[in-house]
């Protein structure tokens, strides 16, 4: 079993849909959870990032953290075809190194 | 601010050669990362250093190796290339020691080994 589980997709929406991704985790000792974006051909960019069970929101983001449920999810509003791209959750604990584990990422397709 | 920068963006090598990966940052982050990422498989971590002259293994180093002799740049060798070493890599940084925990990523180098 992975430590991040995420499902690839490819997830395909109309415009203006609600985007709804999620990853699961294994390990408790997870204490901060991000969401990047990663376009084509390009580096991963940090879109969400946070320590805490509940949500958090920025925009058209909006991210839910369930530490009990072992459980993240990211909700992207109003979603536009500038969306398109996939959606890695990563998540990591304040040990030495500050080292990240990633899900395998989501892939998003909004349509116009 | 040109933050995270990668050379080469592509390179094919053959089978035995060896190359090095160039990162440098100028954020004047301590902590600095180095990634591969196989098609739907996620960011795997092959090195990683806390500082200049710290560095340490991750999740699958066998056949790199790294140094860290100044802040801002962090190489990542390989020797002996093999054809699964064909990913994209991807160098990253973060301040964490600044209390920033998210990672600045490179735009990454496509390698092929034939």
């Known amino acids: 079993q992975k430590e991040v589980e995420q499902d690839p997709g490819p997830l395909s929406v109309p415009e203006g849909a609600i985007v709804s991704l999620n990853c699961t985790y294994s390990?408790?000792?997870?204490?901060?959870f991000m969401w990047y974006r990663q376009y084509s051909r390009k580096g991963p960019e940090l879109l969400m990032y946070t320590y805490s069970s509940g949500n958090k929101e920025d925009g058209r983001f909006t991210a839910q953290v369930d530490k009990s449920s072992k459980y993240i999810s990211l909700f992207i509003r109003d979603s536009q075809p500038s969306d398109s791209a996939t959606y890695l959750c990563a998540m990591g604990a304040r040990a030495a190194g500050n080292k990240l584990t990633f899900g395998g990422g989501t892939r998003v397709l909004v349509k116009p | 601010n040109a933050g995270v920068t990668q050379t080469p963006k592509f390179r094919i090598l053959k089978i035995g050669q060896s190359m090095t990966l160039q990162c440098a940052q100028d954020m004047n982050h301590n902590y600095m990362y180095w990634y591969r990422q196989d098609p739907g498989m996620g960011l795997k971590l092959i090195y990683y250093?806390?500082?200049?002259?710290?560095?340490d293994k991750g999740e699958v180093p066998n056949g790199y190796n790294v140094s860290r002799s100044t802040t801002e740049d962090f190489p990542l060798r390989l020797e002996l290339a093999a054809p699964s070493q064909t990913s994209v890599y991807f160098c990253?940084?973060?301040?964490?020691?600044?209390?920033?925990?998210?990672?600045?990523f490179g735009s990454g180098t496509r390698l092929t080994v034939v």
């Open positions: 390990n408790s000792a997870f204490q901060y």
């Open positions: 250093s806390v500082g200049a002259g710290i560095t």
């Open positions: 990253a940084s973060t301040a964490r020691d600044r209390g920033d925990y998210g990672y600045t």
